[in-house]
């Protein structure tokens, strides 16, 4: 195992193409974790329609976890609410059991 590294996992609000879905990645620092919560953070205050909230949303394009398997965190407004409607958000269940 690599220095600050850990095996607990946490899912991710991934961009795959055109739609998002949770991703399960593990093998995460403190760092990434940090910013994985961050994002799981921006979403919910995005979905509860809190101000500037869609903005934070978008410095996320393209950037990534980190962790194994990378993924991309959802920065698309629309699709995140596509997503919401379909799986009900539950900040508590970001940390894999």
Do not use: C
């Not at 093998?27 to 910013?35: D, K």
């Not at 698309?76 to 379909?86: K, Q, S």
């Amino acid at each position: 195992m690599q220095p600050g590294k850990y095996f607990k996992s946490m899912y991710v609000l991934a961009q795959l193409g055109n739609s998002v879905e949770t991703v399960e990645v593990g093998g995460l620092s403190r760092a990434e974790r940090e910013a994985i919560a961050r994002h799981w953070a921006h979403v919910r205050n995005f979905l509860e329609g809190k101000p500037g909230a869609e903005r934070r949303l978008q410095r996320y394009e393209g950037k990534r976890s980190g962790g194994h398997p990378p993924a991309e965190f959802a920065s698309d407004p629309t699709d995140i609410e596509l997503w919401a409607r379909v799986e009900p958000f539950a900040y508590e269940s970001i940390y894999v059991e």
